[in-house]
């Protein structure tokens, strides 16, 4: 989970006690400061009825969408709202006559440092809005550099990046650096198998774009290293377009932006005026906007993660969604564009139009059917958590309190049982897995007596009963929520 997701938990653990829904309260609160945020981002560089627009079809997805949305996993709302942020105080200060007085410049320069320390201290997603905020910044603010702005800027970011830095200093073989260079290099996975650039994009396109966005029906791949190669079907043609769709608009609303910045900008140089320097820098900002979109999806492209890892891995471009409003406007100022255009004839106008008013209804449409799809699974989700329950209960029951499972299960079960019982992680090999607290891993270790847990019919219980149960010293108990309970025989005494 994200730093801030972590201490945000502790604090209402604090309060309320731990629970899911304490966990699940802070991200719900960080996600509602994301789609704020982005409403006033939206309204500055559009309108007040698209940034409204835009944050009602936000409010739909898929439910890849929502489990992200409520789910404490690597830091993906807050690189949403932090990335939002920093690019709405970037704007604050290069639009004209939005900051005048010196005092607030200042203020908001160090405001904005700490935005950037904390987000990149949360996920280092955050860097390519950073990267978009020092262009805009060098672009239209090159007079304040030699000011005090610049170390107000310069502190903040250093007072958010104290964290991240005084870890670094402890811990200089796996500084943050490091970890990132790995997690790029191999994909987020423990090993390599051999892919090629297509597989790159076949992955981001077929499967990580349309998770990451939206996408309402998504067909079922496993999660296997590489292993979506061999189970691409016709079933994965409506996606495929999904994500073909996502990147044409992109590039749409690049190219018509950069048109646009062109036609403003040669209107400014002639005028001076101050509603042409507003529109040339309303127009960067929207293009910075998608370039911060641009780099987040090149980044995750030329990483093994989409080729080997592209639904897991899909997590990686949640930052794609604060660029939703300024993809989806290239439909919007189309209207305006067409329709105060004299010579285009009243056909072309009125075709243009109810072409772009069924375009953004039919993407409502699909993000709303995704959240509809998202509630009907309410039963059966329920219905997992009740199985859950079940079988801490019935680990408790049978004292089986140091156990040994998969990452997934270990996380669940300690978490929901107050730690009342304590899990160590074992990969596909039995070998010592991810203990995110290694501690965990020395408790279950020493314990002679502890037990191994996995799921009925899976890798690991079949492999498991091949190599121990012949041999005498385990004995198998079906338990509750469909799992296999492998516990150490004890030695019969002499007679």
């Not at 550099?145 to 104290?162: E, Q, Y």
Request: hydrophobic share 50%; charged share 10%.
């Amino acid at each position: 989970m994200g730093s801030l997701e972590a201490y945000l938990g502790a604090c209402l653990f604090q309060l309320i006690g731990p629970s899911l829904f304490a966990l699940r309260l802070g991200l719900i609160c960080l996600f509602s400061l994301f789609l704020l945020t982005l409403y006033f981002l939206t309204k500055l560089l559009y309108t007040t009825k698209y940034a409204l627009a835009s944050i009602i079809l936000l409010s739909f997805g898929s439910t890849e969408m929502l489990t992200r949305q409520l789910k404490a996993l690597g830091g993906v709302v807050e690189t949403m709202l932090f990335g939002t942020l920093i690019l709405l105080i970037t704007s604050w200060l290069v639009l004209p006559s939005l900051l005048t007085s010196h005092r607030y410049r200042v203020a908001a320069y160090g405001l904005l440092g700490l935005v950037m320390g904390l987000g990149i201290w949360s996920h280092m997603l955050v860097v390519p809005f950073v990267c978009a905020s020092f262009v805009l910044l060098f672009l239209f603010c090159r007079a304040e550099r030699r000011t005090r702005a610049t170390l107000f800027l310069v502190l903040g970011l250093l007072i958010g990046l104290f964290p991240l830095l005084l870890f670094n200093v402890q811990y200089p073989l796996q500084n943050s650096l490091v970890t990132i260079w790995q997690l790029h290099s191999l994909g987020g996975g423990p090993q390599l198998i051999p892919f090629t650039f297509w597989d790159q994009i076949g992955g981001s396109v077929l499967l990580s774009l349309p998770m990451a966005t939206g996408a309402p029906y998504l067909c079922p791949v496993s999660s296997g290293i590489g292993e979506w190669r061999s189970q691409i079907s016709s079933c994965m043609v409506a996606q495929g377009l999904w994500g073909t769709g996502f990147l044409v608009l992109w590039f749409a609303a690049t190219f018509l932006f950069l048109k646009e910045l062109r036609s403003v900008y040669a209107s400014y140089t002639v005028s001076k005026a101050l509603d042409e320097q507003r529109n040339v820098v309303v127009c960067t900002l929207r293009l910075m906007v998608l370039g911060a979109a641009g780099l987040t999806l090149l980044a995750y492209v030329l990483s093994p993660a989409p080729a080997l890892f592209p639904t897991t891995s899909s997590r990686y471009l949640v930052g794609l969604l604060v660029a939703i409003p300024t993809i989806l406007s290239v439909l919007t100022p189309l209207w305006r564009r067409v329709s105060s255009i004299a010579s285009a004839s009243s056909v072309r106008t009125v075709t243009t139009t109810v072409i772009s008013y069924f375009l953004f209804a039919l993407i409502g449409c699909m993000l709303a059917a995704g959240t509809l799809s998202a509630f009907q699974q309410t039963g059966s989700v329920q219905a997992q958590n009740q199985q859950r329950k079940m079988l801490i209960a019935d680990l408790l029951r049978r004292h089986a309190t140091r156990i040994y499972s998969d990452y997934w299960t270990c996380d669940d079960i300690m978490f929901q049982s107050n730690e009342r019982i304590i899990c160590s992680v074992l990969d596909n090999n039995f070998q010592p897995g991810s203990d995110r607290y290694l501690p965990y891993y020395s408790i279950v270790q020493h314990d002679t007596h502890a037990a191994y847990v996995f799921l009925a019919g899976s890798p690991q219980a079949s492999s498991f009963m091949r190599k121990v149960l012949d041999a005498g010293k385990f004995h198998s108990i079906p338990i509750a929520g469909g799992y296999v309970l492998f516990q150490r025989t004890l030695a019969q005494p002499p007679s």
